[in-house]
Structures are given as structure tokens and as C-alpha cells.
């Protein structure tokens, strides 16, 4: 399975970007890097996902490197709302199998 | 369009005690997984139905852990004798087949006294 390496905890100011990294250097060539995050006494919330050309959504943006051992999740401009812990996942290839790690707590301070 | 809905949303019980767990996920969603929450980890995966069918089970503890998923719609969970370590928030989430983008329920909270 591929593993993905997050720092525990980030903070940001409110109305800055938050730009979140990944390490995923065992990746697959067609795993799939997604993003979710979950706010406090929540379920996980879908945000992006991405295979090689950079994408964004109304959400976020997610940058991933050529050689796609690594991608960034983009919040352009934070708000007080954002503060959550944001998990990215590689897909396992060819299942549906999403296996989180213990992602990063980001803190959006006013 | 309704949400994955999951009861009951708290639970304790004493250790030994039995705990069931019901979800209903969203409708026409064919994919639907239990996953196990402790606190301050990120949620690890139990089992996988496709349909009424289970895809993967290798981390259900079987000796006490059981899921259904009768007529492919609803699930239920279960726990039997529990302990003190399944205290955890349990999450349901279903996808469309073949969607990439799963939806979760907001979890029931099982605290094991």
C-alpha cells in the first residue's frame, strides 16, 4: 500500500493561503492522490483528488510534483471555518480501499 | 439529497456488553465501509460491502467484530463482547460505484466503561 507522510500540525492566519504538503514517494503510477478533511465531531469531508496535472475546485487547489512523490493541497484564503485535520490518501490501484494516516491538524488563527 | 445517516450517534456500554451500530447510506450508493476512529488517530478501515456483498474484511477482528449489509442498502455493525479499546467514534461511508469521492456519516461514539 502506498504511505503518505504529513506533518502533524500547521498553522495559518486567517485570509492567508494554507498550503498543506504530502510525501507519497511509493506511489503507483495510476494510484490516485485524494484529499478529505474532518472538522471537529465530524465524518471526513471530500475535498480534491488528482493523478499527475494539477487540479482545483471550488474548495481547493491540489500542485503535484512531476516525479509525484509529493502534492500540496491549497486553501487561497483560510477562514476561521478551515480549521480541521486534513488527510491525504493514495487509493489503493484497482480497489476502492482508502487508507487514512493520521494526517495534519491545521489551525486557522483570526 | 440526504446524507449517509448512522445510529446511535453515543453509546456507552460496560465491557463484555454487546453494541450494534445502523447505517443508511445515501441511496444508489453500491460501496459502503465501516471504518474504526480512536481518538487522535485517523480513521482505519473495518470492512468493505459492494452491494450486499464484502470486498474486504482483513481488519474486522472477527472474533468479536460483525457486519451485514442485507439487500445491499442498509448495514449493521456489531461488537460482541466489547473492550476497552473499541472505544472509538465508528464511521460509515458509502460511494457510488465507481465514484472516486466517498460520503461519510458523522459517526457513532462508542465509549467501553
Known amino acids: 500500500d502506498a504511505k503518505t507522510t504529513q506533518p502533524p500540525s500547521m498553522d495559518c492566519a486567517e485570509g492567508r493561503a494554507a498550503n498543506l504538503p504530502c510525501n507519497h514517494s511509493?506511489?503507483?503510477?495510476?494510484?490516485?492522490v485524494y484529499w478529505y478533511r474532518q472538522i471537529h465531531s465530524q465524518g471526513p469531508q471530500y475535498i480534491i483528488h488528482?493523478?499527475?496535472n494539477n487540479e482545483t475546485n471550488e474548495m481547493a487547489s491540489l500542485i503535484i510534483t512531476e516525479d509525484r512523490k509529493s502534492s500540496t493541497l491549497i486553501l487561497p484564503h483560510a477562514t476561521l471555518r478551515d480549521t480541521a485535520v486534513y488527510y491525504c490518501?493514495?487509493?489503493?490501484?484497482?480497489?476502492?480501499?482508502?487508507?487514512f494516516g493520521t494526517g495534519t491538524r491545521l489551525k486557522v488563527l483570526a | 439529497e440526504a446524507g449517509v445517516a448512522q445510529s446511535p450517534r453515543y453509546k456507552i456500554i460496560e465491557k463484555r456488553q454487546s453494541v450494534a451500530f445502523w447505517c443508511n447510506p445515501i441511496?444508489?450508493?453500491?460501496?459502503l465501509y465501516w471504518y474504526q476512529q480512536i481518538l487522535g488517530q485517523g480513521p482505519k478501515l473495518l470492512i468493505q460491502?459492494?452491494?450486499?456483498?464484502?470486498?474486504?474484511d482483513s481488519q474486522l477482528p472477527k472474533d468479536r467484530f460483525s457486519a451485514e449489509r442485507l439487500k445491499g442498502v442498509d448495514s449493521t455493525l456489531k461488537i460482541q463482547p466489547a473492550k476497552l479499546e473499541d472505544s472509538a467514534v465508528y464511521l460509515c461511508?458509502?460511494?457510488?460505484?465507481?465514484?472516486?469521492?466517498?460520503?461519510f456519516g458523522e459517526g457513532s461514539r462508542l465509549t467501553v466503561l
Open positions: 461511508a458509502s460511494s457510488f460505484f465507481r465514484s472516486r469521492e466517498l460520503f
Open positions: 511509493t506511489i503507483s503510477g495510476n494510484e490516485y
Open positions: 488528482g493523478l499527475k
Open positions: 490518501i493514495v487509493k489503493i490501484s484497482g480497489t476502492y480501499k482508502y487508507i
Open positions: 441511496s444508489g450508493h453500491a460501496t
Open positions: 460491502f459492494q452491494n450486499n456483498g464484502v470486498v474486504d
